[in-house]
């Protein structure tokens, strides 16, 4: 099977996949690819940002069996609601917690993948500070 691995960070999911598959994994930052590649040599390790690298896959070739995408998660996680909303701006300031727009990369890509991708996906996140604007489902 070939796999594509958004938002790779280190692997942590990777891992549970073994190694009879062919990898591509997407990283932005060149520090964290490497530890990745480290871990997973055999694996192609792409630095690069993932959202891009999706659309840019999807525009040129569709030869991907499976897409595992974690986006990163801050401006919409419980967690950083809570801080956002805590009285202690000292708090809020130190660890800029302060309130953003949630990043709608999540729902963009889930989206994208529903309508022009083939093969079966996973969209990982947190369970988000509010309901969900596209209800989590299971693909069989």
Not at 91 to 102: A, E, G, I, L, M
């Amino acid at each position: 099977m070939k796999i594509l691995n958004l938002y790779a960070g280190i692997g942590g999911n990777r891992k549970l996949w073994g190694d009879s598959h062919e990898i591509i994994a997407v990283e932005h930052d060149p520090k964290i690819a490497q530890i990745y590649k480290d871990f997973f040599p055999n694996d192609e390790v792409v630095v690069a940002d993932a959202h891009e690298y999706l659309l840019a896959v999807m525009q040129n070739s569709n030869d991907i069996d499976f897409i595992w995408s974690s986006p990163p998660c801050p401006t919409h996680s419980r967690a950083r609601y809570a801080m956002a909303n805590s009285d202690n701006q000292d708090f809020k300031d130190k660890y800029n917690q302060n309130p953003v727009f949630p990043s709608m990369v999540l729902y963009e890509e889930i989206l994208f993948l529903e309508h022009y991708f083939k093969g079966k996906y996973c969209v990982e996140n947190v369970i988000a500070f509010y309901p969900p604007l596209i209800p989590p489902h299971q693909m069989e």
